[in-house]
């Protein structure tokens, strides 16, 4: 038996509506929110959506917030450091 809805997977509920170019967008939206992430603290690419925006390791147990639909790993906190000191006098 064939599979019915290869190219469009699962915007196949659309039908002909809305237009290709927004089930395109739809359809890589939902595939790139399925895949597993890595974990900016333990490494391990366990890292699941939970809600919109809210991304959980089902190692460590840590939480992140980041964008709706992708993980997008929060930048690394650096400290500023001063250039050497320059004499006024």
């Not at 002909?16 to 359809?27: N, W």
């Not at 690419?45 to 147990?61: D, K, M, N, P, Q």
């Not at 709706?68 to 790993?73: E, I, K, L, P, T």
Request: aromatic share 6%.
């Amino acid at each position: 038996m064939s599979k019915r809805t290869k190219k469009v997977g699962s915007t196949a509920w659309m039908g002909p509506r809305y237009g290709i170019r927004i089930r395109r967008r739809v359809l890589d939206i939902d595939r790139t929110r399925s895949k597993a992430a890595a974990c900016p603290r333990c490494s391990t690419v366990t890292l699941r959506r939970v809600a919109s925006g809210i991304f959980e390791c089902h190692r460590c147990g840590t939480r992140y917030a980041s964008n709706a639909y992708v993980f997008q790993a929060p930048p690394a906190i650096t400290r500023a450091t001063k250039g050497p000191a320059a004499d006024n006098a």
